[in-house]
């Protein structure tokens, strides 16, 4: 089993930045690729960013090209997702996600563990 807790989550005004983080414990961390995932009111989950296993690759969703960046420190089984210059539509629950390969990958379907959810509120 592979337990995923996101943390870092709140409200900020628009312009703001927030840092989330989601620590993993349990089976192995540093050999798959891990993304994040956000559920905003009404709309369906969606991919925002991955990074393979060993860092050597990520992608961003386009909305949030530029202003997040996602890291992850395997030595402390965790990754993060700095967010700059929040906007109000990126106010939803975000998820973090363990893949199943190497490679970073967009679809949920290539995920299979998930953290329970921070929730995010940009406000303006």
């Known amino acids: 089993q592979v337990q995923l807790v996101e943390s870092g989550g709140g409200l900020v005004q628009a312009g703001g930045s927030l840092r989330l983080s989601c620590a993993a414990s349990?089976?192995?961390?540093?050999?798959?690729?891990m993304g994040w995932f956000r559920q905003a009111p009404g709309k369906e989950r969606e991919f925002v960013a991955g990074i393979s296993w060993n860092a050597g690759a990520s992608h961003y969703a386009d909305s949030v090209k530029d202003r997040f960046t996602i890291s992850r420190d395997n030595a402390k089984n965790t990754v993060y997702l700095q967010m700059n210059r929040l906007k109000p539509e990126d106010t939803a629950i975000y998820y973090c996600?363990?893949?199943?390969?190497?490679?970073?990958?967009?679809?949920?379907?290539?995920?299979?563990?998930w953290g329970q959810g921070t929730q995010v509120t940009v406000s303006s």
């Open positions: 996600a363990r893949g199943y390969s190497r490679l970073v990958l967009t679809e949920q379907v290539n995920y299979d563990y």
């Open positions: 349990g089976r192995t961390f540093s050999d798959v690729a």
